[in-house]
């Protein structure tokens, strides 16, 4: 069973705060990402994910597009050459961190959390499998976790998931905020991102 800190409102609370305070100091950028994306290539400015939520349950995940719309909907770390698909900005936006930002949204309705596993896509079945068989498929995904800031795109996913799986058995608040903190240095480096 997942700690208590998982199950009870303190988590959702703080994620509702901090994400209703962060797009209304960041609703300036995110207006300017928008219309960057908007003029830079054509097609909608966000780009909305089929993703795999708490429980196996499927949402939509909204990011600013960052890749052209004829990009096949898979991981890129499966994708021949990811590069080629990029809009003009699209590595811009991935090296900051600023195509996760519609993300926020997410987390107020509550599909997502700050901190969690990362959503995986509906076909990454691999990793599906994998979370499952440990229990990871039980939590919210988070716009950050534990994996993220500790290799990133970088890892195989056995690793991903055990470290999904250690995120599991040790949540905390403090562990939370560690995360968070780790994660904000790691966007500002643009740490473990290869695309």
């Known amino acids: ?6 199950m009870n409102n303190a988590k959702r609370s703080f ?16 207006l300017a990402t928008a219309l960057a994306v908007r003029f830079t290539s054509s097609g909608p400015i966000l780009y909305w994910s089929k993703r795999v939520g708490a429980h196996s349950r499927l949402f939509s995940m909204p990011k600013f597009r960052s890749m ?27 090296k900051t961190s600023l195509d996760e930002l519609p993300q926020l949204w997410s987390i107020l309705k ?21 979370r499952r068989r440990v229990g990871v498929d039980r939590l919210v995904p988070g716009l950050t976790g534990w994996a993220q800031i500790n290799g990133r795109d970088e890892i195989p996913i056995p690793q991903k998931v055990a470290l999904d799986a250690y995120y599991l058995t040790h949540q905390s608040f403090l562990l939370d905020l560690r ?11 643009r740490d473990g991102i290869s695309h």
């Open 68 to 94: 052209r719309v004829d990009t096949p909907a898979l991981a890129t770390h499966l994708l021949t050459r990811p590069e080629q698909y990029l809009t003009p900005i699209g590595s811009l936006l991935r």
């Open 179 to 189: 995360i968070l903190l780790r994660t904000a240095l790691q966007v500002v480096r």
């Open 15 to 30: 994620d509702i705060l901090v994400a209703g305070l962060a797009l209304i100091a960041l609703s300036p950028v995110l």
């Open 110 to 130: 509550g599909d997502m959390s700050l901190v969690g596993p990362r959503p995986a896509l509906f076909n990454q079945d691999d990793l599906m499998e994998q």
């Open 1 to 6: 069973m997942a700690p208590r800190y998982s």
